[in-house]
């Protein structure tokens, strides 16, 4: 999977990045190595989901897929 990540200069120094293709998907970092670390980090948040909170009955299946 690839996504387009926004990089934007802080104004208090650093940078901070949004992923405009997951809504509310954001993270800063003081340089430019920290803030790639904490991005990659921030997607994998916002796309992990804890599948024993959902209502799955007996009869469905959960898949994992790579895109």
Same mark, same amino acid.
């Given at each position: 999977?690839? %996504?387009k990540v926004v990089i934007h200069n802080a104004e208090e120094g650093g940078y901070w990045a949004?992923?405009?293709s997951i809504?509310?998907?954001a993270t800063q970092g003081d340089t430019f190595e920290? %803030?790639?670390e904490n991005i990659y980090e921030a997607i994998e948040g916002c796309l992990s989901v804890d599948v024993n909170t959902l209502d799955i009955s007996k009869n469905d299946k959960v898949m994992e897929i790579a895109v």
């Open positions: 999977m690839k %996504l949004e992923v405009p809504d509310g998907c920290e %803030l790639l």
